[in-house]
Protein backbone atom coordinates (compact mmCIF):
# COMPACT_ATOMS: atom_id res chain seq x y z
CA UNK A 1 0.00 0.00 0.00
CA UNK A 2 1.77 3.27 -1.03
CA UNK A 3 1.02 5.01 2.72
CA UNK A 4 3.30 1.73 3.74
CA UNK A 5 5.79 2.83 1.46
CA UNK A 6 5.43 6.73 1.99
CA UNK A 7 5.99 6.20 5.98
CA UNK A 8 2.38 7.32 6.78
CA UNK A 9 1.47 4.52 8.32
CA UNK A 10 3.07 1.59 10.34
CA UNK A 11 0.58 -1.45 9.79
CA UNK A 12 -2.24 -2.35 7.56
CA UNK A 13 -4.13 -4.50 10.47
CA UNK A 14 -6.53 -5.88 8.18
CA UNK A 15 -8.86 -5.53 5.38
CA UNK A 16 -12.98 -4.05 6.51
CA UNK A 17 -14.81 -4.46 3.12
CA UNK A 18 -14.48 -4.88 -0.48
CA UNK A 19 -16.71 -3.10 -2.43
CA UNK A 20 -17.58 -2.15 -6.08
CA UNK A 21 -15.56 1.00 -5.83
CA UNK A 22 -13.03 0.82 -3.12
CA UNK A 23 -11.36 -1.41 -0.57
CA UNK A 24 -11.54 -0.78 3.01
CA UNK A 25 -8.67 -1.58 5.12
CA UNK A 26 -8.12 -0.57 8.60
CA UNK A 27 -4.29 0.49 9.48
CA UNK A 28 -2.15 1.67 12.17
CA UNK A 29 -0.37 4.73 12.47
CA UNK A 30 1.78 4.21 16.40
CA UNK A 31 -1.41 3.48 18.46
CA UNK A 32 -3.93 5.28 16.68
CA UNK A 33 -6.51 3.40 14.02
CA UNK A 34 -7.92 4.58 10.90
CA UNK A 35 -9.71 3.55 7.56
CA UNK A 36 -7.59 3.14 4.58
CA UNK A 37 -10.41 3.72 1.52
CA UNK A 38 -8.04 2.69 -1.74
CA UNK A 39 -10.17 3.53 -4.95
CA UNK A 40 -10.06 0.78 -7.51
CA UNK A 41 -9.14 2.53 -10.05
CA UNK A 42 -5.81 3.81 -8.03
CA UNK A 43 -4.82 0.80 -7.33
CA UNK A 44 -4.13 0.00 -10.42
CA UNK A 45 -2.09 3.49 -11.16
CA UNK A 46 0.23 2.50 -8.27
CA UNK A 47 1.18 -0.54 -9.20
CA UNK A 48 2.39 1.12 -12.41
CA UNK A 49 4.17 3.70 -10.37
CA UNK A 50 5.88 1.24 -8.77
CA UNK A 51 7.59 -0.56 -11.60
CA UNK A 52 8.35 2.83 -12.88
CA UNK A 53 9.30 5.53 -10.45
CA UNK A 54 12.57 5.49 -9.26
CA UNK A 55 13.83 5.66 -5.28
CA UNK A 56 14.34 9.40 -5.73
CA UNK A 57 11.07 10.04 -6.98
CA UNK A 58 9.17 8.03 -4.05
CA UNK A 59 11.43 10.22 -1.26
CA UNK A 60 10.01 13.08 -3.02
CA UNK A 61 6.51 11.99 -2.59
CA UNK A 62 6.85 10.80 0.75
CA UNK A 63 7.70 14.34 1.88
CA UNK A 64 5.11 15.78 -0.06
CA UNK A 65 2.67 13.18 1.35
CA UNK A 66 3.97 14.40 4.82
CA UNK A 67 3.23 18.12 3.88
CA UNK A 68 -0.06 17.09 3.13
CA UNK A 69 -0.96 15.56 6.20
CA UNK A 70 0.09 18.06 8.21
CA UNK A 71 -2.48 21.27 7.62
CA UNK A 72 0.38 23.51 6.21
CA UNK A 73 -0.34 25.95 3.07
CA UNK A 74 1.24 23.94 0.76
CA UNK A 75 -0.49 20.17 1.84
CA UNK A 76 -3.96 22.29 1.10
CA UNK A 77 -2.48 23.12 -2.28
CA UNK A 78 -1.56 19.91 -3.02
CA UNK A 79 -4.93 18.17 -1.96
CA UNK A 80 -6.65 20.55 -3.86
CA UNK A 81 -4.48 20.36 -6.99
CA UNK A 82 -2.62 17.71 -7.64
CA UNK A 83 -4.76 14.83 -6.06
CA UNK A 84 -8.41 17.01 -6.46
CA UNK A 85 -11.08 14.19 -5.52
CA UNK A 86 -15.20 14.99 -5.19
CA UNK A 87 -14.88 12.53 -1.64
CA UNK A 88 -11.84 14.46 -0.27
CA UNK A 89 -13.21 17.65 -1.28
CA UNK A 90 -17.02 16.75 0.18
CA UNK A 91 -15.95 15.33 3.41
CA UNK A 92 -13.32 18.01 4.28
CA UNK A 93 -16.21 20.84 3.08
CA UNK A 94 -19.03 18.85 4.83
CA UNK A 95 -17.11 17.76 8.28
CA UNK A 96 -16.63 22.19 8.03
CA UNK A 97 -20.35 23.08 7.49
CA UNK A 98 -21.45 20.53 11.18
CA UNK A 99 -22.36 17.34 8.72
CA UNK A 100 -21.60 14.11 10.73
CA UNK A 101 -18.87 12.44 8.22
CA UNK A 102 -15.67 10.99 9.45
CA UNK A 103 -12.93 13.27 9.92
CA UNK A 104 -10.54 12.84 6.71
CA UNK A 105 -6.76 12.94 7.59
CA UNK A 106 -4.81 12.26 4.35
CA UNK A 107 -5.35 11.55 0.75
CA UNK A 108 -2.19 9.93 -0.84
CA UNK A 109 -1.78 8.35 -4.13
CA UNK A 110 -5.61 7.59 -4.31
CA UNK A 111 -5.89 6.20 -0.70
CA UNK A 112 -7.94 8.23 1.49
CA UNK A 113 -7.46 7.88 5.34
CA UNK A 114 -9.88 8.63 7.53
CA UNK A 115 -11.40 8.18 11.35
CA UNK A 116 -12.83 4.90 11.34
CA UNK A 117 -16.12 5.29 12.92
CA UNK A 118 -16.68 2.63 15.83
CA UNK A 119 -19.50 1.14 17.95
CA UNK A 120 -19.72 1.61 21.77
CA UNK A 121 -17.26 -1.41 22.26
CA UNK A 122 -14.49 -0.20 19.92
CA UNK A 123 -14.96 -2.19 16.73
CA UNK A 124 -15.83 -0.61 13.30
CA UNK A 125 -19.47 0.55 13.50
CA UNK A 126 -22.21 -1.67 10.95
CA UNK A 127 -24.26 0.15 8.34
CA UNK A 128 -28.38 1.16 9.01
CA UNK A 129 -28.92 -2.18 6.86
CA UNK A 130 -27.03 -4.60 9.39
CA UNK A 131 -29.01 -3.17 12.30
CA UNK A 132 -32.70 -3.81 13.97
CA UNK A 133 -34.74 -0.84 14.31
CA UNK A 134 -37.70 0.14 16.18
CA UNK A 135 -40.50 2.02 15.03
CA UNK A 136 -39.47 4.80 17.25
CA UNK A 137 -35.72 4.94 16.32
CA UNK A 138 -36.46 4.63 12.65
CA UNK A 139 -38.43 8.09 13.12
CA UNK A 140 -35.34 9.75 14.86
CA UNK A 141 -32.93 8.73 12.86
CA UNK A 142 -34.95 9.61 9.43
CA UNK A 143 -35.89 13.26 11.36
CA UNK A 144 -32.01 13.47 11.88
CA UNK A 145 -30.43 12.20 8.35
CA UNK A 146 -33.14 14.75 6.53
CA UNK A 147 -31.53 17.56 9.36
CA UNK A 148 -28.21 15.94 7.45
CA UNK A 149 -29.64 16.63 4.02
CA UNK A 150 -30.40 20.20 4.76
CA UNK A 151 -26.94 20.88 6.32
CA UNK A 152 -25.35 19.56 2.95
CA UNK A 153 -27.62 21.45 0.59
CA UNK A 154 -26.76 24.69 2.38
CA UNK A 155 -23.08 23.74 1.71
CA UNK A 156 -24.16 23.34 -1.67
CA UNK A 157 -23.56 19.77 -1.52
CA UNK A 158 -25.76 16.49 -2.12
CA UNK A 159 -24.79 13.44 -1.52
CA UNK A 160 -25.93 11.29 -4.72
CA UNK A 161 -25.95 7.44 -2.65
CA UNK A 162 -27.31 8.26 0.12
CA UNK A 163 -29.23 5.05 1.21
CA UNK A 164 -28.81 2.48 4.66
CA UNK A 165 -25.78 1.20 2.81
CA UNK A 166 -23.62 4.54 3.46
CA UNK A 167 -24.62 5.44 6.99
CA UNK A 168 -22.96 3.84 9.40
CA UNK A 169 -24.45 3.53 13.17
CA UNK A 170 -21.61 5.14 15.54
CA UNK A 171 -21.28 5.09 19.07
CA UNK A 172 -22.30 8.97 19.19
CA UNK A 173 -24.85 8.88 16.67
CA UNK A 174 -25.19 8.02 12.49
CA UNK A 175 -22.39 8.94 10.45
CA UNK A 176 -22.95 9.60 6.58
CA UNK A 177 -20.04 7.80 4.64
CA UNK A 178 -19.20 6.95 0.91
CA UNK A 179 -19.18 10.51 -1.11
CA UNK A 180 -17.51 10.28 -4.31
CA UNK A 181 -20.40 10.58 -6.80
CA UNK A 182 -21.02 13.87 -4.80
CA UNK A 183 -22.60 16.69 -6.82
CA UNK A 184 -23.08 20.45 -6.38
CA UNK A 185 -26.57 21.63 -5.78
CA UNK A 186 -25.93 23.33 -8.95
CA UNK A 187 -26.23 20.79 -11.28
CA UNK A 188 -28.17 19.72 -13.88
CA UNK A 189 -30.85 17.40 -12.49
CA UNK A 190 -30.01 18.27 -8.95
CA UNK A 191 -33.38 17.93 -7.50
CA UNK A 192 -33.81 14.52 -9.23
CA UNK A 193 -30.24 13.12 -7.46
CA UNK A 194 -31.56 15.20 -4.07
CA UNK A 195 -34.89 13.61 -4.12
CA UNK A 196 -33.48 10.29 -5.15
CA UNK A 197 -31.44 9.86 -1.87
CA UNK A 198 -34.42 11.16 0.34
CA UNK A 199 -36.61 8.74 -1.10
CA UNK A 200 -34.17 5.84 -0.60
CA UNK A 201 -34.12 6.58 3.20
CA UNK A 202 -37.43 7.16 3.42
CA UNK A 203 -38.57 3.96 1.43
CA UNK A 204 -35.82 2.13 4.40
CA UNK A 205 -37.18 4.04 7.54
CA UNK A 206 -40.97 3.45 6.13
CA UNK A 207 -40.01 -0.34 6.52
CA UNK A 208 -40.10 0.36 10.65
CA UNK A 209 -42.31 3.61 10.39
CA UNK A 210 -44.75 3.15 7.42
CA UNK A 211 -45.86 6.68 7.91
CA UNK A 212 -42.20 8.14 6.91
CA UNK A 213 -43.51 7.15 2.73
CA UNK A 214 -46.05 9.33 2.86
CA UNK A 215 -43.96 12.63 3.80
CA UNK A 216 -42.82 14.99 0.95
CA UNK A 217 -39.79 16.11 2.24
CA UNK A 218 -37.06 16.66 -0.64
CA UNK A 219 -39.73 19.04 -2.56
CA UNK A 220 -40.13 20.67 0.81
CA UNK A 221 -36.68 21.58 1.16
CA UNK A 222 -35.73 22.03 -2.53
CA UNK A 223 -38.57 24.73 -2.39
CA UNK A 224 -37.05 26.91 0.35
CA UNK A 225 -33.39 25.97 -1.18
CA UNK A 226 -34.70 27.50 -4.58
CA UNK A 227 -36.05 30.50 -3.09
CA UNK A 228 -33.30 31.26 -1.35
CA UNK A 229 -34.70 30.74 2.37
CA UNK A 230 -33.20 27.50 3.69
CA UNK A 231 -31.26 27.84 6.49
CA UNK A 232 -29.21 24.80 8.68
CA UNK A 233 -32.15 25.42 11.33
CA UNK A 234 -35.22 25.94 8.98
CA UNK A 235 -38.20 24.11 10.42
CA UNK A 236 -39.39 21.20 8.19
CA UNK A 237 -43.09 19.79 8.49
CA UNK A 238 -42.66 16.84 5.84
CA UNK A 239 -45.76 17.98 4.01
CA UNK A 240 -45.70 19.90 0.46
CA UNK A 241 -48.71 21.38 -1.31
CA UNK A 242 -48.48 22.92 -4.86
CA UNK A 243 -50.71 25.74 -3.82
CA UNK A 244 -54.05 25.98 -5.95
CA UNK A 245 -53.74 22.27 -6.22
CA UNK A 246 -56.03 19.43 -3.88
CA UNK A 247 -53.83 16.79 -2.49
CA UNK A 248 -54.09 13.49 -4.75
CA UNK A 249 -55.30 10.70 -2.02
CA UNK A 250 -54.60 8.18 -4.66
CA UNK A 251 -51.36 9.29 -6.26
CA UNK A 252 -50.41 9.32 -2.54
CA UNK A 253 -51.19 6.10 -1.49
CA UNK A 254 -49.78 4.41 -4.74
CA UNK A 255 -46.62 5.97 -4.20
CA UNK A 256 -46.46 4.37 -0.62
CA UNK A 257 -46.88 0.85 -1.94
CA UNK A 258 -44.38 1.36 -4.47
CA UNK A 259 -41.85 2.65 -2.31
CA UNK A 260 -42.66 -0.21 0.39
CA UNK A 261 -42.28 -2.95 -2.19
CA UNK A 262 -39.19 -1.69 -3.70
CA UNK A 263 -37.98 -1.20 0.38
CA UNK A 264 -38.83 -5.32 0.52
CA UNK A 265 -36.79 -5.72 -2.81
CA UNK A 266 -33.68 -4.07 -1.23
CA UNK A 267 -34.13 -6.22 2.00
CA UNK A 268 -34.25 -9.74 -0.31
CA UNK A 269 -38.06 -9.98 -0.09
CA UNK A 270 -39.79 -10.97 -3.25
CA UNK A 271 -43.31 -9.80 -3.86
N1 LIG B 1 -14.90 5.70 8.24
C1 LIG B 1 -15.34 4.44 8.33
N2 LIG B 1 -15.48 3.82 9.53
C2 LIG B 1 -15.92 2.55 9.61
N3 LIG B 1 -16.25 1.80 8.55
C3 LIG B 1 -16.13 2.36 7.32
C4 LIG B 1 -15.68 3.69 7.15
N4 LIG B 1 -15.66 3.96 5.83
C5 LIG B 1 -16.09 2.85 5.21
N5 LIG B 1 -16.37 1.87 6.08
C6 LIG B 1 -16.87 0.51 5.77
O1 LIG B 1 -16.45 0.17 4.47
C7 LIG B 1 -17.59 -0.02 3.61
C8 LIG B 1 -17.30 0.55 2.22
O2 LIG B 1 -17.03 1.92 2.29
P1 LIG B 1 -17.67 2.93 1.25
O3 LIG B 1 -19.14 2.80 1.27
O4 LIG B 1 -17.08 4.25 1.53
O5 LIG B 1 -17.04 2.39 -0.12
P2 LIG B 1 -17.76 1.80 -1.43
O6 LIG B 1 -16.84 1.92 -2.57
O7 LIG B 1 -19.12 2.37 -1.59
O8 LIG B 1 -17.89 0.30 -1.09
P3 LIG B 1 -19.27 -0.49 -1.23
O9 LIG B 1 -19.45 -0.76 -2.69
O10 LIG B 1 -19.04 -1.72 -0.38
O11 LIG B 1 -20.35 0.41 -0.67
C9 LIG B 1 -18.74 0.68 4.33
O12 LIG B 1 -19.98 0.08 4.03
C10 LIG B 1 -18.39 0.49 5.79
O13 LIG B 1 -18.83 -0.75 6.25
MG1 LIG C 1 -20.72 2.42 0.01
Not at 90 to 95: C, K, P
Request: with cysteine; charged share 25%; proline share 4%.
Amino acid sequence: MPLLQADLIDEVVGQLQSGKEAEVYVVRTGDVYRCAKVYKEANQRTFKHRTQYTEGRQVRSSRKARAMDSNSRYGRQERESEWQNTEVDALFLLGGAGVQVPQAHTFYEGVLLLEIVTDADGDPAPRLNDVDLTPDQAREYHKFLMRQAVLMLCAGIIHGDLSEFNVLVGHKGLVIIDFPQAVQATANNAFGIFERDLKQLAAFFGQYAPEILATEYPKEIWKLYQNGKLKPDSPLTGRFQQSGKKADVNAVLSEIDDARDEAMERRGFRK
